[in-house]
């Protein structure tokens, strides 16, 4: 398949079309003959497992284990938690029948009416109930407490209007489940958990966050507080990107999970969970990339430096390569994964291009003269700038790089997120900036959800979060004009 | 939740209860509120991880690359492939419906019949069908082969009689699918995986297995050749604990998958697939278990050593357990993973019982006396030995140990395996060898399916493999007396 770059849309001219054809042109996801569902790409699965990898490594360093759960939840299982079936479980694939039988009019199967579920079962949307109906079996005493379970698994939401990585039927997720003897240590760890969402999403995929608390109004269903990690797109539009919910004792009342405490006294368990998905990957693209592609952070990236031979004849190319054997070898042993591009039926411009498209971090070129004079040409992704360095200390330059590069795509991604975030006081304000500019609006806002309401129907635009970290500041509502106590984060939103 | 270690079935009384028993009780897995579906505990997810890194590294180093396909299969993919569906599909998972609403005549929800699918999703039983419908897009020349992907999923095979591990509605495993230009190209890659499936279970599990051919009625649906490898387990019942097929252009020609070759000319192309599962846990379990619980090889332990403090009073255990820490650090340092159990309500038997019952390979135990010697008492699981040893050099005769265990249980498992190959030239000695010993039986067979479903039919015993190594040697079939030309593998199985 031939990376057609030149058809890639700019992405100021329609941002939304620009994050599409990336997604397919750089290989990284595609629709599926399913309506809803993607197919991960190689390569970008390989970001995804890095992903995954890095996270793995971080919840279990928290104290975390993993587990696997039932992909189906019987339906009556939905009605106990009452505010999660109301903000839940309504748009879930529902599987009724057990079999299929040849089609007796025809060629082909059909469902087999006889083989009909007497309780249906959903794919699960998320693993609440089926979780705390299994955790009641494993809790009986305070010394079986605290729970930190984490699974891996695919899940589905029956959306309407999906896009690739962002919103898509199904998608892969990691879900957290804890469970706890009391209400502060539940609340220290929903804390703890988008801490890490925060250190991932700031080391790892170079997105600065905002961390806060969601409204009641955009509260999960079924937690008494939610927590989020808030990030800023190129386009000016927010991307949640992780959450972590206290649960209070609302799961465990509606499972009836009670523990045996230290005096003796049975008290219902208190829960947490939280939970990133593919959906990062979206975050990862949009937050970077520019008209030339993807621009990966090196601690993701599964190929952090592509060398491209520049040669005539298969002499040349023979002992160019050679030489970038010698040069891989030294990286590997530094843990830098590389890529050596010897392909002989597309040009050296070509493979530029591509690896712009798959944004790899670093890209080395030699030709003969470089050859004879000890040189090589090296191009950095983020800032498309290359010069010519001597190969003399190259490994030492690469592995360094790794490390600026990070920073740098950091760095510039938080000062365009922190010129984006505006500080506005008045109804007028609020709309201007939000048409005109984007981006964060930091505003003061009365506390009611039905003024929030009026908002997001006025403007689109919705509570991203309560920062934990916004000060005290006496004020008036941008829209009621009612008293308000501090300032919230508002943006539209992906 | 305490370990009731008293209770666990003798495998000798009832092999099936003990197994039964020992998956619960060792915290494996246990079964779900969902019919046929299990809860993956924390500490069988954690040998299944250590299994999963293992293969995958494999893979990968086998030029392998992960992707994701969809969880739902329309139906009418399944009828694209004749023998597919024959052999298949037919006890699934079927989505009808992708919404729930409030149940209109009192609480909770139903299915909202407004919103029926057009076509009915299959939850995928593997992925054969949905993945050749992608491929087709992705395969234009030659220069895009090979393609050679794998992925790690959940799938749902509806099972009327579910055992967990062995036989479950919903499993994890791996399926890996390929694309070649030519027959002998996707032949090679079926043998080359199902080595490496032979490697990963004789180095890794510790547990022998038999390469071959699967018999024309045991292959799977849509394949022209089936490898196995086939294991042993305690009570001479074979597990078929891993497969690699060789497709033909069977898929490429359901899905109309054609290449252009280097002479210009249009051709279908050629595909493998292969996989394990979570039934490899099973076959673990049920190598090396005895009865007082796991037998697990090193390399797949999730704790290598376990230190167990014997001692009066706080005093003595905060000594002992800062000795055993200065130990433990050592041991990570060489890679071992270590656990030190200070829990001071159960007693150092109980905590001896529980560790057997988990399986970890080696179980250090220090008291008083012990710390004014330099002494440790060093306990193996696999040969339930224990004996008293000095703290010098402690840390290198486990690391020995770590090598010896795990080579100790594998010959242990050949031994018996290989105990349990018994040459049968009558049907006599069949019947009786089967009935008494059981085992593989090495016996000539006709090379007739009618043969085979006869034998089958007497004795509830099939063609487990015609090894690849077997050799030529003239004889009668068991069964019809008619000629044969090698033997097979007859065994009962899982």
């Known amino acids: 398949m031939a990376v057609e770059l030149k058809d890639l849309t700019k992405s100021d001219e329609n941002y939304s079309q620009w994050y599409n054809e990336l997604v397919m042109k750089a290989g990284l996801a595609e629709n599926s003959a399913v309506r809803g569902c993607m197919v991960i790409k190689p390569y970008g699965y390989a970001i995804w497992e890095k992903m995954q990898r890095a996270l793995d490594d971080m919840f279990k360093a928290t104290g975390h284990q993993n587990a696997y ?229 090196p601690k993701l990236a599964p190929i952090q430096v592509v060398m491209v031979p520049i040669y005539k004849g298969p002499e040349q190319l023979q002992q160019i390569v050679e030489r970038f054997e010698q040069i891989a070898s030294e990286l590997k042993k530094r843990g830098i994964s590389v890529k050596i591009d010897d392909r002989d039926n597309v040009r050296s411009g070509f493979k530029f291009a591509e690896y712009e498209l798959k944004g790899v971090p670093v890209r080395l070129a030699m030709g003969p003269r470089d050859m004879e004079n000890g040189t090589i040409e090296l191009a950095r992704r983020d800032t498309l700038t290359k010069e010519t360095v001597s190969q003399q200390g190259l490994e030492d330059l690469i592995e360094q790089l790794m490390t600026e590069i990070q920073e740098n795509i950091f760095q510039k991604a938080l000062n365009y997120r922190n010129s984006m975030i505006t500080k506005v006081d008045s109804w007028e304000e609020f709309q201007q900036v939000l048409e005109e500019k984007g981006g964060f609006l930091s505003a003061h806002w009365d506390g009611t959800p039905e003024t929030e309401q009026a908002i997001k129907e006025a403007t689109k635009a919705t509570i991203r979060c309560i920062p934990v970290d916004a000060e005290d500041e006496e004020g008036v509502c941008v829209f009621s004009g009612k008293p308000s106590h501090r300032r919230v984060l508002f943006a539209k939103s992906y």
Request: charged share 25%; with cysteine.
């Open 69 to 297: 759960f039932p992909l189906f939840i019987p339906k009556s299982f939905f009605s106990r938690e009452a505010s999660h079936v109301e903000g839940f479980a309504k748009e879930c694939a529902v599987v009724t029948h057990y079999r299929l039988k040849n089609d007796p009019e025809g060629k082909g199967v059909v469902v087999d009416p006889a083989a009909k579920l007497e309780e249906e079962l959903i794919v699960r949307p998320t693993s609440e109930t089926i979780i705390w109906n299994t955790y009641k079996n494993w809790i009986q005493s305070y010394r079986d407490l605290p729970i930190l379970c984490n699974q891996w698994a695919n899940v589905v939401r029956w959306e309407m209007r999906t896009r690739l990585f962002l919103r898509t039927a199904e998608f892969l997720w990691q879900e957290g489940h804890t469970a706890h003897a009391t209400r502060e240590e539940a609340i220290a760890e929903a804390e703890k958990m988008i801490r890490v969402y925060q250190e991932f999403a700031e080391q790892w995929m170079a997105v600065p966050v905002v961390v806060g608390h969601k409204s009641p109004n955009e509260r999960f269903a079924g937690a008494e507080d939610t927590l989020t990690i808030e990030a800023l797109m190129q386009d000016g539009k927010a991307l949640q990107s992780g959450t972590s919910h206290f649960l209070g004792q609302n799961f465990a009342k509606a499972f009836d999970v009670q523990y045996v405490n230290k005096e003796g006294k049975q008290e219902y368990v208190w829960a947490t969970s939280w939970g990133v998905s593919t959906r990062l990957m979206g975050a990862l693209i949009m937050a970077h990339s520019d008209n030339n592609g993807l621009v990966l952070p």
